[in-house]
C-alpha cells in the first residue's frame, strides 16, 4: 500500500494505486487512514491509455473538490492536456509522488 497521504474533508486520507483489470490503465484511489473507501481519483476511458507516469483524473462532479485539492501539488501536475470519451472529459494528470500501481497483467 501507498504510504503517500494528505487532508481531505478534515479525514488523513491515503492515496493507493491499483490498474483497471481491463486495459491496464493505472488507477487511483483514495482510502481512509483506517482504510475505508473515499473515492476514486481516476477514470477509466477506453480507448485511451494514459502515456506512461500519467493518470486520467476525473474532475468532474462528485469528484471537483478532490480535484482540486490535488491538481499541482507535490503528488500530481495537471498537463493542461484533456481526453473525450462520449460526454465526458478527463484531466490528464502526470504522476509526481511514489505510488506503486503494480504490475501490468
Known sequence: M?????QFLGETC???GSRYIDNDAPAVR???EM??????L?????PHIPSEGEIFVKAWSENERLADTLRDTVFFEDTGRR???GYIEA???????????????
Open 2 to 6: 501507498s504510504a503517500v497521504k494528505f
Open 14 to 16: 491515503r492515496l493507493i
Open 30 to 32: 483514495v482510502v481512509s
Open 35 to 40: 482504510g475505508e473507501p473515499m473515492a476514486s
Open 42 to 46: 481516476t477514470v477509466n476511458m477506453p
Open 83 to 85: 481526453v473525450s470519451n
Open 91 to 105: 484531466e490528464v494528470w502526470r504522476v509526481k509522488a511514489d505510488i506503486d500501481f503494480g504490475p501490468k497483467h
